[in-house]
């Protein structure tokens, strides 16, 4: 099986924009995961989709938002870009289910704001 | 609340053994992971446990007491390679079985 893929890998922007990152899961899972992650700060949970829903939701801004399509692959959105924005973003998949538990992580967006 | 505390940086020599410690404070507990991530790359999973006691996995092992929200990593025979963060997250029941992750355990391997 083809594992979590996400693009762009890299990306720089300035503040004020915004940006769309993309992750298609393993085939079959039907929950994606989005994480911010930067130095020191571990895995922040951005949010949850599962069968085109938004299941579960950190804390983080309005700025930050997602949506899931048809075939599991998802989105996340940030408009109004902020220099803290800077970090990686992270998705992981999973067949969701109660009696699975392994999320499968994608190589991330390299997300640098200037 | 909820809380998970590890250590943030650990030292240890080629060839010994390392335990990498992870407290927890959460309501609704559903079991601990442990993922390991080498720098510049994605986690990969190494262990969950959801009942008490030690799960053994080659080299690895990860241990669970859920009465006093505590969970280690065994690490033995070390390798150059194993040279990693090394992140604990716990699911929870309540939230649609969210993971909540520490901020994860730095581990340096000295030859």
């Known amino acids: 099986k083809a594992g979590v893929t996400q693009t762009p890998r890299y990306l720089i922007k300035t503040r004020g924009q915004q940006v769309t990152l993309s992750c298609s899961p393993i085939?079959?899972?039907?929950?994606v995961s989005w994480y911010q992650q930067t130095p020191g700060q571990g895995l922040q949970f951005l949010f949850e989709?599962?069968?085109?829903?938004?299941?579960n939701k950190g804390n983080f801004p309005g700025r930050f938002s997602g949506r899931q399509f048809s075939n599991s692959r998802s989105e996340m959105n940030v408009s109004t870009l902020e220099l803290g924005d800077s970090a990686l973003y992270l998705c992981?998949?999973?067949?969701?289910?109660?009696?699975?538990?392994?999320?499968?992580f994608g190589p991330g967006t390299r997300l640098t704001v200037t | 609340g909820q809380n998970i505390d590890q250590p943030t940086e650990m030292t240890a020599t080629e060839g010994a053994i390392v335990q990498i410690n992870c407290t927890y404070q959460?309501?609704?507990?559903?079991?601990l992971f442990w993922y390991q991530q080498h720098a510049g790359e994605a986690p990969t999973f190494l262990s969950y446990?959801?009942l008490d006691g030690l799960e053994e996995k080659g080299r690895f092992s990860s241990f669970l007491s859920r009465s006093k929200g505590y969970s280690y990593l065994l690490l033995k025979e070390l390798q150059m390679k194993d040279s990693a963060s090394y992140l604990c997250?716990?699911?929870?029941?309540?939230?649609?079985?969210?993971?909540?992750w520490g901020a994860g355990t730095k581990l340096i391997i000295k030859p």
């Open positions: 997250a716990v699911r929870k029941r309540d939230s649609n079985y969210q993971l909540i």
């Open positions: 959460t309501s609704g507990f559903n079991g």
């Open positions: 989709y599962f069968s085109e829903t938004q299941r």
């Open positions: 992981a998949s999973s067949l969701a289910s109660t009696n699975s538990y392994e999320q499968y």
């Open positions: 446990n959801v």
């Open positions: 085939s079959g899972h039907r929950s």
